[in-house]
């Protein structure tokens, strides 16, 4: 029933004309990077950019509805905080990993508590080839933070798939000392920088 309700989703905003096309994908090869291997900068960006090889490599929309239910299955594309989603370029939600609801939905104001447009700013990093996102986000790890959330970094890619321009990203929640420019730089060092 649950992957009834989203072909249908699917369909309505799409409108089911063969999505994904282009040579068949492989999802599992140990030597890519996986949700759970998302640690920083650097395996943000390569699980993003793995994750738009195999969406463009999808032969038909039978594959394509498929993989979705694999991208949301804990494991190798969703490991606790770490998902992947795909939105339009007019902000609507096609695919998230972590909450069915947002599909179909229009978030293009969404913003955090510092008013970062969250799914502005990624659609814009997307158009730029691929890029970062700082915002803040309810991590489901900490307590306490639904209200504020805690930083968060996303990564964004531009996904063209069957004529459709639509952007493909994840995210992930760095170590508090890992948002900062002067991380690891003891108050003397920092002070001797504004002699």
Not at 96 to 101: N, V
Not at 143 to 167: C, R
């Amino acid at each position: 029933m649950q992957r009834s309700k989203f072909i249908v989703r699917f369909s309505c905003v799409l409108g089911l004309a063969g999505l994904f096309c282009g040579a068949g994908p492989t999802f599992a090869q140990d030597s890519e990077i996986t949700a759970g291997d998302v640690v920083d900068r650097a395996t943000l960006q390569a699980f993003v950019l793995r994750a738009k090889s195999v969406v463009e490599g999808f032969t038909s929309l039978a594959e394509a509805l498929g993989s979705f239910d694999t991208f949301r299955a804990e494991g190798e594309w969703s490991k606790g905080s770490v998902y992947l989603f795909v939105f339009t370029t007019t902000g609507l939600g096609i695919f998230h990993g972590a909450d069915e609801s947002v599909e179909g939905q229009n978030l293009i104001d969404l913003e955090d508590i510092n008013g970062v447009k969250i799914v502005q700013e990624l659609i814009s990093a997307a158009a730029a080839g691929g890029g970062f996102v700082e915002y803040f986000s309810n991590n489901p790890a900490v307590d306490g933070d639904e209200e504020n959330g805690s930083p968060k970094v996303g990564y964004a890619a531009p996904l063209n798939v069957f004529g459709q321009e639509l952007m493909i990203g994840s995210g992930f929640y760095p170590a508090s000392d890992e948002m900062t420019a002067v991380e690891h730089t003891a108050w003397g060092q920092l002070k001797s920088g504004f002699k």
